[in-house]
């Protein structure tokens, strides 16, 4: 089990770009699968990227596709989200996890990181 914390959140105007960080303590093993969810404001949380961490094979949300790149670092133990054309609704807290299946439900992932705050104002 490893921890996770995520950075790189910020105020940005619509359009800009932000590059999320989630650093872990320790090993991410070949077997994980890491993701990006975020919860915005009135919303439940819902999912965004994920990366499988052997393989490399991605999956997004619609709501992002083609506006974000989740990548990672092995030797450094870190995964990325490059979030570029962002827009109003793209506000909220982003949290980064750690799962061992392919999938885009919360509850299949067991470790969390406490969430960065991205605010893109009109």
């Known amino acids: 089990q490893v921890q996770l914390e995520e950075s790189g959140g910020g105020t940005v105007q619509a359009g800009d770009s932000l590059r999320l960080s989630c650093s872990a303590s320790?090993?991410?093993?070949?077997?994980?699968?890491m993701a990006w969810f975020r919860q915005r404001p009135g919303k439940e949380r819902e999912f965004v990227a994920l990366i499988r961490w052997h393989s490399g094979s991605l999956l997004y949300a619609d709501s992002v596709k083609g506006r974000s790149t989740i990548s990672k670092n092995n030797a450094e133990n870190t995964v990325y989200l490059q979030m570029n054309s962002l827009k109003p609704e793209d506000t909220g807290i982003y949290y980064c996890?750690?799962?061992?299946?392919?999938?885009?439900?919360?509850?299949?992932?067991?470790?969390w990181g406490q969430g960065t705050q991205v605010t893109v104002a009109s």
């Open positions: 320790g090993r991410i093993y070949s077997s994980a699968v």
């Open positions: 996890a750690r799962g061992h299946h392919y999938s885009t439900s919360q509850s299949e992932y067991y470790t």
